[in-house]
T-cell receptor, first 115, second 113 residues
């Protein structure tokens, strides 16, 4: 069964703690993406990776970090430097990160709440 | 960079009626326009897409039209059903700049039985 998995579905953390969100895909896609979704603001790009061992900042990268050591995995760390981390986080992937007409497929999301 | 605007932000229709959601984009080099449906608490699901070399695409009750001159594209849902109730997002991708998507702010569609 192919697709994108994100875990956990819900995550609670205390203010000041770093937290890592998992994203795994078995679609053999080269490119992966992390988005943040807040009510009424659509999806905003945090980081993206077009190929293993390489990644670029998106529009709102401050306070976040990523790694891409394996093709199928693209974990996102929300650091204590992120001022408003409570949000719904979405991971996506596409066949290529270089072709503008490739569809992005999304995972089910992780809702992070910082207490 | 590309800017995508989406209207309306909320839309209510009676079951069986049609629904239309409109998006405009700013970069004339945009060449791919997907539409996503997002149900509460879930990730967005692609429902239809269109490339810039096509003016219209249809898939059963769903259609998308593209006007490159005016730089706008629209989602049309006919014979709406209660299960069509969700948030719909449009997006645009710019040619020769990789695969970065620029999303609209979403339309919350409610189909009233």
């Amino acid at each position: 069964d192919g697709g994108i998995t994100q875990s956990p579905k819900y995550l609670f953390r205390k203010e000041g703690q770093n937290v890592t969100l998992s994203c795994e895909q078995n679609l053999n896609h080269d490119a992966m993406y992390w988005y943040r979704q807040d009510p009424g603001q659509g999806l905003r790009l945090i980081y993206y990776s077009q190929i293993v061992n390489d990644f670029q900042k998106g529009d709102i990268a401050e306070g976040y970090s990523v790694s891409r050591e394996k093709k199928e995995s693209f974990p996102l760390t929300v650091t204590s430097a992120q001022k408003n981390p409570t949000a719904f986080y979405l991971c996506a992937s596409s066949i290529s990160g270089y072709t503008s007409t490739d569809t992005q497929y999304f995972g089910p999301g992780t809702r992070l709440t910082v207490l | 960079g590309e800017n995508v605007e989406q209207h309306p932000s909320t839309l209510s229709v009676q079951e069986g009626d049609s629904a239309v959601i409109k998006c405009t984009y700013s970069d004339s080099a945009s060449n791919y326009f997907p539409w996503y449906k997002q149900e509460l608490g879930k990730g967005p699901q692609l429902i239809i897409d269109i490339r810039s070399n096509v003016g219209e695409k249809k898939d059963q009750r769903i259609a998308v039209t593209l006007n490159k001159t005016a730089k706008h594209f629209s989602l049309h849902i006919t014979e709406t059903q209660p299960e069509d109730s969700a948030v719909y997002f449009c997006a645009a991708s710019v040619s020769n700049t990789g695969n970065q998507f620029y999303f609209g702010t979403g339309t919350s569609l409610t189909v009233i039985p």
